[in-house]
């Protein structure tokens, strides 16, 4: 299918997890999708990276749900900033080991998985709405991470088959399957739609991480994580990431980079991307 | 090659001694100077800890800064890490923005929480590091708005939090050592408040405390913080970061 038909599947107001981890592997065209689309007040669910920079920057957010937002190489996300220091969305931050928790509660079907990751912590006085529960094995009270139950997932992958079994080729699944696993329906983008038989001649079996069970649509996105990492087929774009956060801190700057790149459909975007790679090629 | 230790270096060897006596644990240095510290530990006095790349690879051996392990012993995804966290051997070293004198340690924003004058990264992994294994702390820049009387937001846990929060958060809890660019310090007081252990070589007590926004623990006789061994700045000057980066994040 395609990033726009996966998309229109949506709904505003819903619960979406983003796969991935802080600037690395993101659903990035899927995430400009959305921020083309007419969706509105979504809660996103992300180990944060660019993914929740640009969906903020869109005014696609009612809340964030997340354990951190960076973009690795530089610490702190100039929107996520923004919005927080104005007040703008609402949050639930948790420990990252909370996230992870509340979502394989919500794709083990439990309410709850406990944990003492949160204990004696600063995240029980800003999400008052979490319980401990004693073991009932030993009395020790332990933290009650919630589930997190999502509508919609969306996660990059190196490759996938037409029918959703997507493999990780890069070093690290981050909690994809998770993310899919936890959600109604999960959306696969990769940079490669291959038959099936190719996945298996090309590397291990261990790297098909998400099976066509968990998946209800399959995107065909090249470069569709830029620019995040998606490892082994190309690196984080770092020098468009300084200028995406050197644009990001200014409203002026931001307008012209957003105009640059954004204002346009994903062949725009990719097309601005390469034209600016040659550019610079021939720059230096 | 040769040339007194700078600043950075006795910071290096102050960190990577955090680690001494450690065993077959993970070492999970989160910054430049506390990695290189962690390797330049397991290069010397503690050859047993296990080191990831920054990714997802264990890796074997003394790398460089900015440079790959040449031998991979394991993969460690971060789904491994939060394994590991909850089994307990490992031992993070983090770099808190605010710490008071009970190492409660803020990572996540300052100001008021739902509408923070400044936005940092969020919690992380900090609240379940603290209940779960050693933690130690590198602040670069001693200040009294690092070291604060009290934190806008507890990520990390400090002893008085995991005494009220009672024996589920302070069972695994224990902060091992906080490492400045002025000295080092533990909590190893009766009632595990900051100590001042050691400053570094040309810093004074009264500069250390005039830096610091609480009343640290001093004791009556405080050494210097130990300078590098000639080994040791060898490793740290030709293996470990042959680029001097370390002089960027700590000057002098």
Redesign the interface.
């Given at each position: 299918m395609t990033a726009a038909a996966a998309v229109a599947d949506l709904r505003s107001g819903m619960t979406i997890g983003i796969g991935g981890w802080g600037s690395r592997r993101k659903p990035m065209t899927l995430v400009r999708a959305i921020c083309r689309s007419d969706l509105t007040d979504l809660t996103i669910v992300s180990y944060g990276g660019p993914d929740v920079g640009l969906l903020l920057a869109a005014g696609k957010v009612r809340k964030l749900v997340y354990g951190f937002v960076s973009l690795d190489s530089i610490p702190l996300e100039p929107h996520f900033r923004a919005a927080r220091q104005s007040g703008a969305i609402e949050v639930a931050e948790y420990d990252e080991g909370m996230l992870q928790l509340g979502l394989y509660a919500a794709s083990c079907r439990l309410p709850f998985l406990p944990t003492r990751a949160g204990l004696g912590s600063d995240v029980l006085r800003v999400n008052p709405e979490l319980r401990t529960v004693p073991s009932p094995y030993d009395g020790e009270e332990l933290l009650a991470m919630p589930a997190l139950h999502l509508d919609a997932a969306i996660v990059h992958a190196s490759r996938a088959d037409g029918f959703g079994n997507a493999q990780f080729l890069g070093p690290d699944p981050y909690f994809d399957d998770l993310f899919c696993t936890a959600a109604q329906r999960a959306y696969v983008s990769c940079e490669k739609v291959v038959p099936t038989p190719e996945l298996t001649a090309a590397a291990p079996v261990q790297t098909l991480r998400i099976q066509r069970w968990m998946v209800a649509g399959v995107v065909e996105a090249p470069h569709g994580a830029h620019f995040t990492s998606c490892d082994p087929d190309y690196g984080r774009d770092e020098e468009f990431q300084r200028e995406y956060a050197g644009a990001a801190a200014d409203p002026a700057a931001w307008a012209a980079f957003r105009a640059s790149y954004f204002d346009q459909d994903e062949a725009g975007y990719q097309a601005a991307v390469a034209a600016r790679r040659y550019a610079r090629r021939g720059a230096s | 090659m040769t040339g007194a230790a700078t600043r950075a270096e006795v910071c290096v060897v102050a960190c990577a001694e955090a680690w001494r006596d450690d065993g077959e644990i993970l070492a999970s240095p989160i910054g430049l100077i506390p990695t290189i510290g962690a390797r330049l530990a397991r290069a010397t006095f503690s050859p047993d800890l296990l080191l990831t790349d920054g990714?997802?690879?264990l890796g074997q051996g003394t790398w460089a800064i900015g440079s790959q392990p040449q031998v991979i012993e394991g993969w460690m995804?971060?789904?491994a890490i939060?394994d590991l966290?909850?089994h307990g051997k490992r031992h993070v070293m983090m770099s808190p923005s605010q710490i008071d004198a009970h190492g409660n340690v803020n990572i996540?924003?300052i100001g008021e929480?739902?509408?923070?004058?400044?936005?940092?990264?969020?919690?992380?992994?900090?609240?379940?590091n603290?209940?779960?294994h050693p933690t130690s702390y590198w602040v670069p820049r001693h200040t009294t708005r690092a070291f604060v009387h009290r934190v806008d937001?507890?990520?990390?846990?400090g002893y008085d939090?995991?005494a009220?929060?009672?024996?589920?958060?302070?069972r695994?809890?224990e902060l091992r050592r906080v490492v400045s660019n002025l000295g080092v310090f533990d909590f190893a007081t009766g009632d595990h408040r900051m100590r001042l252990v050691s400053v570094h070589p040309g810093v004074t007590v009264a500069e250390i405390s005039a830096a610091t926004g609480f009343e640290l623990a001093v004791p009556d006789d405080v050494p210097p913080t130990r300078e590098p061994a000639a080994e040791e700045l060898q490793l740290i000057r030709s293996v470990i970061d042959p680029g001097g980066s370390r002089d960027a994040e700590v000057r002098g």
């Open positions: - | 990714e997802a690879m995804p971060y789904r939060f966290i909850y996540s924003a929480f739902s509408r923070p004058k400044a936005a940092l990264l969020g919690v992380r992994g900090a609240p379940g603290t209940v779960s937001m507890v990520s990390g846990i939090r995991a009220e929060a009672g024996e589920p958060a302070s695994y809890h």
